[in-house]
């Protein structure tokens, strides 16, 4: 029975969010590959997710950049966290190794942990990176690149480098520099679309049009401005606390499966760039108005692709917060869901990652 190991990081939701469709389907042509998941992930994010019977290791592989909500990273404190994970770097080592040592995978999947990848090569186990991003690509560019330690930039190039694979789905950041590195379509799990099914599941007249905000699992913003931002619009979302002092929104689960269902069926999107939120709106063909998120280095390749594919608006965070929004959401609900985006990166990475585990 071939085993495979997936290390994601839990920074919000997108990377296990990205992983997972990818996963799926190897389960779906592997029905007897075993999944190990690592990365201290909510349970129920993961189960809704994954495909059944996989095994959750809680415990992290890297380092989680602390945030201020979902627009802030604390970029100075989370190079401290990275600089302390580097120094004691031998005892991660020694932790990686006894854990695949005990679990026995056949291949090792990093989105993007590079730790995992690191012991996983010098046990010989096949090993490869999937994601938009790397940590390194990430700190390099981000406020506080200047100040990133030779030796742990060093230490993440060779890891990612030096894995028999590293796939970059659309949209990624270009990480020329990988020498393994293979670019393929998008990754997303497009639902079927339903909007009658959707008013009807919550209870709203068919002549209303429902969007969908959501800004992932690094926290919520406020809508700010009155009470009812438009006559005919709705607000879905599944940020905690996002329907305070608001009749116009209702509150959906943040499951998982509740946010892509409500998402394919929608009119239109209010988020942040982020890979599996912009991945999905594409390859639903939901027009996205995005609160800008200056300090993140991914966040104009994201914004350029999408921009590409359907209609698309980007305000600022100060606009959003006083609810400077009905302008730009009214475009786009008259401009319409978009032809979607084929979901290409999955097949992609399955027929690859096979070929490793094989």
Known sequence: MPHLFVAVTAHGYGHLAQVAPVVTELKRRLPNLEISLQGNIAPAFAKARLPAGYHHISSPADVQLPMDGPLTTRWAEGLADYVAFDLDYPAHQARQRRLFEQTGPDLVLADIPWLPLDVARSMGIPCAGLCSLSWYDILVE??????????????????????????????????SWLPNGRDIGPIAQPRRRDPAGLHQRFGRPASEQLVLMQFGGTGRLQLGGTPRLMDGVHLLSPDVGAELGRD?????????????????????????????????????????????R???????????????????????????????????LAELLVEGIAEPVAPTGVGEAVDLLIDLLN
Request: proline share 9%.
């Open 248 to 292: 116009d929104l209702t509150r959906i689960d943040a499951d998982g499966n509740s946010v892509l269902e409500v998402l394919a069926s929608c009119d239109a999107l209010i988020t942040k760039p982020g890979y599996g939120t912009f991945a999905e709106a594409a390859c639903n063909g939901i027009p996205v108005l995005s609160v800008e």
């Open 294 to 328: 200056r300090d993140w280095p991914e966040s104009r390749w994201l914004v350029d692709w999408l921009a590409q594919q359907l209609p698309l608006r980007e305000i600022s965070a100060s606009d959003f917060a006083a609810g400077r929004i009905r302008e730009p």
């Open 142 to 175: 981000s406020p506080v690149g200047d100040q990133l330690p030779t030796t742990l930039a060093q230490r993440m190039q060779r890891a990612y480098s030096g894995a028999d694979l590293f796939l970059r789905p659309a949209p990624s950041m270009p990480m």
